[in-house]
């Protein structure tokens, strides 16, 4: 709905070959899980691709998508600068191909 309050953040990450093993994957998801601890985060959720049938119009190329809502895009730029986001990006920077932010006013 046009025009609500708020804002929502997703991330779509691409993780690198080597970073893709079982124990990589559950640390790396222990560290997604961990960005909702930040009180600024009203509400959102981790994932990977949904096993639905392919279209042209499908990208399932990334393995972990990211999504929060935040209450104002002020309470939003507060969180990038948070220290716990901050410590998540240098923790994992390494391990990823890719990073693609979009956000939704």
């Known amino acids: 709905m046009r025009g609500a309050s708020g804002m929502e953040h997703h991330v779509y990450f691409w993780l690198q070959d080597e ?12 560290g997604l899980a961990s960005l909702f601890e930040i009180d600024l985060v009203v509400g959102g959720r981790w994932a990977v691709p949904a096993p639905v049938v392919l279209r042209p119009v499908i990208d399932q190329s990334w393995d972990y998508a990211l999504t929060m809502q935040f209450a104002s895009v ?18 994992f920077k390494g391990w990823w191909a890719r990073v693609l932010v979009m956000d939704l006013a």
Do not use: I, K, L, M
Request: proline share 3%; with cysteine.
């Open 19 to 30: 970073c893709q093993s079982a124990a990589d994957r559950a640390v790396f998801e222990q």
């Open 74 to 91: 002020e309470d939003h730029n507060a969180y990038q600068g948070h220290p716990q986001h901050n410590a998540f990006v240098e923790t």
